[in-house]
């Protein structure tokens, strides 16, 4: 039995965080899910390694050079195509699981992090272009994107919530949620195929590997190694018990009477940066039910290679706790590290969302001069 598939028996959904026009056209995509694949993210900095870095999207660029389009409209064209393309090959996952897996993700503009109104009116626009039932829309999970998030679910809209990296902004996302489930329940969709409160789905990315890497630096520069490695573990155990006291609660419990559904922690960036640390330590050590788990492509294999399966999260929730009270008596603010991690991801993602566009702009002008 695959790797995958025993996960998913366990309750823990692994997702592609790749994706790349030959990956869906050779049937790459429709084999993975063969093996237990259950869905796919994607980000702009993986569009720009797959437009930029390979010939795959050379036909469709010369069909649309000739549209006169602007460089972000024949962005948007080609990575459209592609999300329609894996939506179409997940489309039996979403099915038999009744909505619950087989989704794909496609990220509003990074420049827009910071502006409320424009996120939810290109959310909605992408959404609709899209027009498949198992496309998720990311937004991040700044302040101006936390009642952008409200607001999409309460319109029927699919979201996948990323760049969250502490336990407090979990919780401001779980909230968002929640209140626009509210108004979903209320006044129902209000978008073309938008979904009602009983379908409507989101995940909450929360970031593991950015975490050890800020942390560790820290923890290096006052001399101190013996939390070194730990913390993305342990902060991650901690925002997976705080999901746990909130579908307990009352609010959610009526929610939930109404066929509301989870808003599942799904584990980020979870490759390992520090190559001492073990390859498989975010997946290992992250596995547990009601999760999501996006993996890129070489840490998929790895794990697929020599993975350990076996239920870990819920293990060692108070030595978590004690490790990052540990953290805060050495003088290190997990809140502040948090922060500044989410303002440099939205960063991080704008910048080679720019320099895809550049690409793009000239590979164009090396098409229309052949």
Same mark, same amino acid.
């Given at each position: ?6 996960? %998913? ?25 063969? !093996?237990?694949?259950? @869905?796919? !993210? ?8 797959? /437009? ?12 649309? /050079? ?14 459209? !195509? ?9 489309? @039996? ?5 009744? @909505? ?36 998720? /829309? ?8 936390? +009642?952008?998030?409200?607001? $999409? ?19 401001? &996302?779980? *909230? ?22 009983? #379908? &409507? ?11 050890? !890497? ?11 190694? *013996? ?14 018990? %705080? ?10 419990? %009526? ?33 547990? +039910? ?5 993996? +890129? ?10 993975? #350990?399966?076996? *239920?870990?999260?819920?293990? @060692? ?28 991801? &939205? ?19 090396? $098409?229309?001069?052949?």
């Amino acid at each position: 039995m695959s790797k995958l598939i025993e996960l %998913e028996k366990m309750g823990q959904s692994i997702w592609l965080d790749y994706i790349q026009r030959s990956l869906l056209t050779s049937g790459e995509l429709k084999q993975l899910v063969s !093996t237990g694949l259950r @869905g796919v !993210t994607s980000n702009p900095a993986i569009f720009e390694k797959a /437009i930029a870095g390979s010939n795959d999207y050379d036909d469709d660029l010369k069909q649309l /050079i000739k549209t006169d389009r602007s460089i972000e409209k024949i962005y948007e064209a080609l990575a459209i !195509t592609d999300i329609t393309l894996a939506t179409d090959t997940l489309r @039996g996952v979403y099915d038999s699981s009744k @909505g619950k897996d087989g989704f794909v993700s496609l990220e509003v503009s990074p420049e827009l992090a910071y502006e409320t109104e424009k996120s939810v009116a290109e959310a909605k626009r992408l959404y609709e272009t899209v027009n498949r039932p198992n496309v998720m /829309i990311k937004v991040p999970a700044t302040a101006a994107g936390l +009642p952008a998030i409200t607001e $999409l679910i309460g319109c029927g809209v699919n979201v996948n919530v990323t760049l969250i990296f502490s336990l407090q902004n979990y919780k401001a &996302v779980a *909230e968002a949620y929640q209140a626009g489930l509210e108004q979903l329940a209320a006044a129902g969709p209000s978008v073309k195929g938008g979904h009602a409160v009983d #379908r &409507v789905a989101s995940v909450a990315s929360f970031f593991i590997s950015r975490v050890d !890497t800020a942390v560790d630096k820290e923890l290096e520069a006052i001399g101190n190694i *013996e939390l070194a490695g730990k913390i993305a573990i342990a902060n991650s155990k901690i925002a997976y018990a %705080e999901y746990k006291k909130i579908i307990q609660q009352p609010r959610w419990q %009526e929610l939930a009477a109404r066929g509301a559904r989870a808003q599942r922690v799904l584990w980020a960036s979870t490759s390992t940066k520090n190559p001492a640390y073990p390859d498989n330590l975010y997946v290992d050590e992250l596995i547990g +039910p009601d999760t999501v788990n996006t993996l +890129p492509p070489a840490t998929l294999e790895s794990f697929m290679d020599h993975g #350990r399966v076996a *239920e870990t999260l819920t293990r @060692g929730l108070e030595q978590a706790q004690d490790q990052v009270a540990k953290l805060a008596e050495l003088g290190i603010d997990l809140e502040a590290v948090t922060q500044k991690l989410q303002d440099d991801g &939205v960063v991080a993602f704008a910048k080679p969302f720019t320099k895809l566009l550049e690409s793009i702009a000239e590979k164009c002008k090396l $098409l229309k001069a052949a």
